[in-house]
């Protein structure tokens, strides 16, 4: 039997035109639209996933952490985070102390963290799991840590400095699996998020 849990990682205020984004859209037209847009929405939850799984528990993503709030942790050259985005995160929100509520011992009791893709909201607590198998996407991997990644939102600078994930080829990953499909706190997702966590996560059970 597989049991998914969403957990709440404290909260992000963004723009509606990075909600609604337009079919088709380059990422550069896109960050234009949500610099241009002036609403913003009600606060959303940072989600992370458990997946407690017959091969283990498996986390998907880590959610964000509450040094977004220290003055000069997010950069300030960038305008996505001065103008685009706002996240709330109390030290009791983050994924560490979450999962201790669960009586989960991170250190022993999670096989592997995946991470979807590593911006600040989905790999911002891995602070939490210095001693845990992670995995992700090479490719995105790879973005993250470049210039253009840092334009496009990434925090390289902020990830820990032992890490060294596990990387898997998404474009070489063909297999697909409806493990989840049928559960529906994943109804709401996009389907290239959806996707990159099926072949993510059948790889990380393959071993």
């Given at each position: 039997?597989?049991?998914?849990?969403?957990?709440?990682?404290?909260?992000?205020?963004?723009?509606?035109?990075?909600?609604?984004?337009?079919?088709?859209?380059?990422?550069?037209?896109?960050?234009?639209?949500?610099?241009?847009?002036?609403?913003?929405?009600?606060?959303l939850p940072i989600l992370t996933f458990l997946i407690e799984h017959p091969e283990g528990n498996f986390l998907v993503d880590t959610g964000d952490n509450a040094r977004?709030?220290?003055?000069?942790?997010?950069?300030?050259?960038?305008?996505?985070?001065?103008?685009?985005?706002?996240?709330?995160?109390?030290?009791?929100?983050?994924?560490?102390?979450?999962?201790?509520?669960?009586?989960?011992?991170?250190?022993?009791?999670?096989?592997?963290?995946?991470?979807?893709?590593?911006?600040?909201?989905?790999?911002?607590?891995?602070?939490?799991?210095?001693?845990?198998?992670?995995?992700?996407?090479?490719?995105?991997?790879?973005?993250?840590?470049?210039?253009?990644?840092?334009?496009?939102?990434?925090?390289?600078?902020?990830?820990?400095?032992?890490?060294?994930?596990?990387?898997?080829?998404?474009?070489?990953?063909?297999?697909?699996?409806?493990?989840?499909?049928?559960?529906?706190?994943?109804?709401?997702?996009?389907?290239?998020?959806?996707?990159?966590?099926?072949?993510?996560?059948?790889?990380?059970?393959?071993?």
């Amino acid at each position: 039997m597989i049991k998914i849990t969403a957990i709440e990682t404290g909260k992000v205020i963004v723009k509606s035109a990075q909600v609604t984004g337009k079919t088709g859209q380059s990422p550069i037209g896109r960050k234009i639209d949500i610099f241009k847009d002036d609403h913003f929405v009600e606060p959303l939850p940072i989600l992370t996933f458990l997946i407690e799984h017959p091969e283990g528990n498996f986390l998907v993503d880590t959610g964000d952490n509450a040094r977004n709030s220290v003055p000069g942790y997010l950069p300030t050259w960038n305008p996505f985070f001065t103008k685009m985005v706002s996240v709330r995160v109390a030290p009791t929100e983050e994924i560490g102390y979450k999962l201790q509520l669960l009586d989960i011992n991170i250190a022993t009791d999670i096989e592997a963290v995946i991470i979807t893709h590593f911006h600040h909201d989905h790999a911002g607590g891995l602070d939490h799991f210095p001693h845990t198998r992670i995995i992700g996407s090479r490719e995105n991997y790879k973005e993250a840590r470049s210039f253009k990644g840092k334009v496009a939102g990434y925090l390289p600078q902020r990830m820990p400095i032992w890490l060294k994930p596990e990387l898997i080829d998404q474009k070489s990953c063909r297999r697909f699996s409806g493990i989840l499909s049928s559960n529906k706190r994943w109804k709401h997702f996009s389907g290239s998020y959806t996707r990159t966590l099926y072949r993510t996560f059948i790889r990380c059970c393959q071993g």
